[in-house]
């Protein structure tokens, strides 16, 4: 059964640090590009990063620069993303999902079309 599985959320004081995972199984994630999405109540899904098959591409949305990275352990079949310094505007569910093609950028082709998705995890920025 092909399937990907966030774990990771929860309740995070402003400035504080989540590490969000992405687990899949009945594939590998060696011949994917992933990325992370997030969608706040009454707001768009938003793309955050992605990173690409082999994990020598990357990409972040301007919000989250110097504040978020993402990795990947293929070894694990698992992407991470590490959340640092969050807001509370950040609250949202957290979705991670295959992408097209192998390498990461932040092209609309690449970010149009997802593939497989995760059922999404809570995100919860507040003091």
């Known amino acids: 059964q092909v399937q990907l599985v966030e774990s990771g959320g929860g309740l995070v004081q402003p400035g504080g640090s989540l590490r969000l995972s992405c687990a899949a199984s009945?594939?590998?994630?060696?011949?994917?590009?992933v990325g992370w999405f997030r969608q706040a109540p009454g707001k768009e899904r938003e793309g955050v990063s992605c990173?690409?098959?082999?994990?020598?591409?990357?990409y972040y949305a301007d919000s989250v620069k110097g504040r978020f990275t993402i990795s990947k352990d293929n070894a694990k079949n698992t992407v991470y993303l590490q959340m640092n310094s969050l807001k509370p505007e950040e609250t949202a569910v957290y979705y991670c999902?295959?992408?097209?093609?192998?390498?990461?950028?932040?092209?609309?082709?690449?970010?149009?079309?997802?593939?497989?998705w995760g059922q999404g995890t809570q995100v919860t920025v507040s003091s």
């Open positions: 999902a295959t992408l097209r093609g192998t390498y990461c950028s932040g092209s609309k082709n690449v970010w149009a079309s997802p593939g497989y």
């Open positions: 009945g594939f590998t994630l060696n011949y994917y590009t």
């Open positions: 990173i690409g098959s082999s994990g020598s591409s990357t």
